[in-house]
């Protein structure tokens, strides 16, 4: 439970507690972020309530902030050993009114227990994880099998999707610079070599993750090999440059016609992950409200096939006034509700034309970071007669920026793609009523098609032929 040196949280606890924990909770002289401290339970169904205070969140200290939290849940845990205890129901430590992003803590939370379990394993039955809103319990429903998988399958699936950096022995950030690595002895070397051998990473297939159908003790989940995920560093970096030079090899024509940076290695699906999941992070820390009122990306109702839609608007990308490190970190936080279902996007292009745009590298750049959730829900069971992107008012210059994109970028996505060059064309495909459409895409139509069909803005009532 969480404990504040000048006033307590957590009411509702304390209310079914009764009044002898509030009087023992002031005299425990208050308690460090990152520390815990147990008090009786009084009139609660357990035995002794355990108490921590969470840090505050800022980007700025984001490692920091990692590692205290982590503490929280450690100090818990070891004050839960230190009593003979043996279960323990963990609340969200982490707190809106501190600003922590939601699932970067989950990851803090659940490897620090897992951690901890590999170690204590023998000492603790069981350790429940308490959410109290339905946002957080799809957080740990979809996180607690990539920690805690329990057969093979789930396993594999985990190796792919488990963060980067998965902590270090206690589940703390693990910071590449800081580490102390020691090269091996040179041949020859005159020091005894009958020392400890180096330990050798178990292979993951022989980590013995997968429990037995009617058992549910701890030790059949938790084999420390599996965790050990990470290569050296040093070598991870040394392999990312070799794979950029390798990528980066030849002639870039790309650069030269304008197309941007479309080399660069292929991200593995353990770094994709960790992209996504650190701009989210950021993005969740941050207010991003001069963005949204630019309105360049917006959320709109469902397609005829009750698909989400996603808005975008060509003409209100400003390059020059847009700081596009900000724009990408509010297309991850849009569309993070959006991608985990399959969806679909429609692009005004209208009059967008006259308006300076980004490269195809940047583009490349925003769908790696977007990872590979919304590339596979962008098309995943629509055939090419129900497309996912409808762009309306194609140019010739946006039909080959297209056509590159299918070519260089990601065949699948781009080429679901339908070009609509009338607003009756683009209705058939997603209801009048479901999207906003500005003014002036109305009047872009009629000047582009004439008296061809007649359109009626329920808005404005303006009626256009």
Request: charged share 25%.
């Amino acid at each position: 439970m969480p404990l504040s040196i000048r006033q307590m949280s957590s009411p509702g606890l304390h209310a079914a507690a009764g009044p002898g924990l509030a009087e023992e909770c002031t005299t425990l002289g208050g308690c460090r972020t990152g520390m815990a401290k147990m008090t009786n339970a009084y009139d609660l169904p357990a035995r002794k309530v355990i108490h921590t205070v969470g840090p505050k969140y800022a980007v700025k200290y984001h490692t920091a902030a990692e590692n205290a939290l982590s503490h929280c849940y450690r100090s818990c845990l070891e004050l839960l050993i230190e009593n003979g205890l043996e279960s323990i129901a963990m609340g969200c430590i982490y707190t809106e009114a501190k600003n922590y992003p939601r699932e970067p803590a989950a990851h803090v939370a659940i490897r620090t227990v897992r951690r901890f379990l590999e170690k204590q394993k023998g000492k603790i039955t069981a350790v429940v994880f308490c959410t109290t809103t339905s946002s957080d319990t799809e957080i740990y429903k979809r996180l607690l099998p990539l920690y805690f998988p329990r057969d093979k399958k789930e396993e594999e699936i985990a190796s792919l999707k488990l963060p980067a950096d998965v902590g270090d022995e206690n589940g703390e950030t693990i910071i590449d610079e800081r580490k102390i690595r020691i090269k091996p002895l040179p041949a020859g070397s005159a020091i005894n070599k009958s020392a400890t051998p180096a330990p050798v990473d178990i292979p993951l297939s022989d980590s013995g993750l997968t429990r037995s159908r009617n058992s549910f003790k701890l030790d059949s989940y938790l084999d420390p090999a599996f965790m050990s995920l990470i290569k050296d560093p040093d070598l991870r970096r040394k392999e990312q440059l070799e794979k950029s030079v390798q990528a980066n090899k030849g002639f870039n024509w790309a650069k030269l016609v304008g197309f941007g940076d479309l080399g660069g290695p292929p991200l593995s699906a353990a770094e994709d992950y960790s992209l996504h999941s650190r701009h989210l992070a950021k993005a969740n820390s941050l207010s991003l409200s001069e963005i949204a009122e630019m309105k360049i990306i917006y959320r709109g109702g469902v397609d005829s096939e009750g698909r989400p839609v996603m808005v975008v608007v060509g003409a209100h990308f400003l390059l020059r006034c847009l700081d596009l490190e900000r724009f990408i970190l509010y297309v991850v936080k849009e569309f993070e509700p959006l991608i985990q279902k399959p969806y679909s996007i429609v692009y005004f292009h209208s009059a967008a034309s006259l308006q300076v745009r980004p490269d195809l590298g940047f583009m490349k750049r925003l769908q790696q970071i977007l990872g590979r959730k919304h590339q596979r829900n962008l098309h995943v069971g629509i055939s090419y007669d129900h497309t996912a992107i409808y762009v309306l008012h194609p140019t010739l210059g946006l039909r080959t920026a297209i056509l590159a994109l299918q070519l260089f970028v990601d065949g699948e996505v781009w080429k679901k793609v339908i070009y609509v060059d009338r607003l009756v064309q683009l209705f058939r495909y997603v209801p009048r009523e479901q999207l906003t459409i500005p003014d002036f895409v109305f009047q872009h139509d009629l000047e582009v098609n004439g008296g061809k069909g007649i359109i009626i803005d329920p808005r404005t009532k303006h009626k256009f032929t």
